[in-house]
């Protein structure tokens, strides 16, 4: 059974998603849909990038994979097809696949040209589902698209190190639900550049000389609960996916307060990584 998952901002009010997944059905009606997210902020390519490098690989290959966001269809927003890591990728060619491509090289990318066999004014239902369904029927690439060798890059992908390798400059690519801070710079990145020697963490006005690897490595399960006084204490960590996160321990952005709430931070800002010599 082909599995189908869908990434889109539509959100849960309109009636987007639940159309795409009615005419999936028509065409196929014994595939399986994953709704990955149709929360992704309105045309947030880093958003949207961040949610589907970290949640393609836990699917069977073979799985195919629309992401609709900023998917209209223009002169400078082509649209894609692309077989990596035995995974397909259907989207707009916005710089949304260049975090995975940056990972693992493409086995074939391919520029859809079915336009003038289908309509256009909502492409995700209009054009994705139809290559979705051709491919869940067994369909190759080259039947839907013309083969190109590059796609478009996303904007602040890597982090910057500076000629000396004393400083890291990278930026926020991501804020998850929590409110907390995901940066572009990956654990082995800063590995590598980092070498033992000391660091200190600066986001906006806030300093951290720590790294945690998991939240509750903050808490000093020596004291009594109620001494704790960990709950809202800002921190940074490497998270699940190995990405450096600035984050409140048990934040909540409606009370405690978050990361992005109680220090400002938004996408794109500058956090920096400065080495140290011991």
């Known amino acids: 059974m082909a599995i189908i998952t869908l990434t889109t ?5 309109d009636h987007y998603a639940g159309t795409i997944k009615g005419e999936i059905y028509t065409e196929i009606p014994d595939v399986k849909i994953v709704d990955i997210s149709h929360s992704v902020s309105p045309f947030n390519i880093p958003e949207a990038a961040y949610i589907i490098f970290n949640a393609y690989s836990s699917f069977p290959k073979g799985t195919i994979h629309v992401i609709g966001i900023d998917s209209e269809l223009n002169k400078e927003n082509k649209h894609i097809a692309i077989k990596l890591d035995g995974h397909y990728f259907i989207c707009a060619n916005n710089g949304i696949m260049s ?3 940056a990972e693992i090289v493409p086995e074939k990318i391919v520029e859809i040209n079915i336009h003038d066999k ?7 239902l209009d054009v994705f589902v139809k290559v979705a369904c051709h491919i869940a029927r067994g369909g190759t690439l080259e039947v839907i698209g013309k083969s190109i060798d590059n796609i478009k890059p996303i904007r602040d992908l890597h982090p910057f190190v500076n000629e000396d390798k004393t400083q890291i400059i990278g930026s926020v690519i991501y804020i998850d639900n929590y409110g907390n801070v995901i940066t572009n710079i990956r654990r082995k990145f800063f590995k590598s550049v980092q070498k033992g020697r000391s660091y200190e963490v600066y986001a906006r006005n806030h300093k951290f000389k720590t790294i945690y690897n998991k939240y509750s490595d ?3 399960f020596d004291l009594d609960e109620d001494k704790r006084n960990d709950e809202g204490k800002g921190m940074v960590v490497f998270n699940s996916s190995n990405y450096l996160e600035i984050a409140v ?3 909540n952005p409606e009370n405690v307060g978050s990361a992005s709430t109680l220090m400002g931070l938004k996408l794109y ?3 920096t990584v400065n080495f140290i010599k011991d």
């Open 269 to 271: 800002d500058t956090v």
């Open 99 to 101: 975090m995975i491509c």
């Open 249 to 251: 321990y048990k934040g």
């Open 9 to 13: 901002d539509f959100g849960e009010k």
């Open 118 to 124: 289908t309509g256009t004014s909502f492409p995700v």
């Open 218 to 220: 903050i808490v000093n």
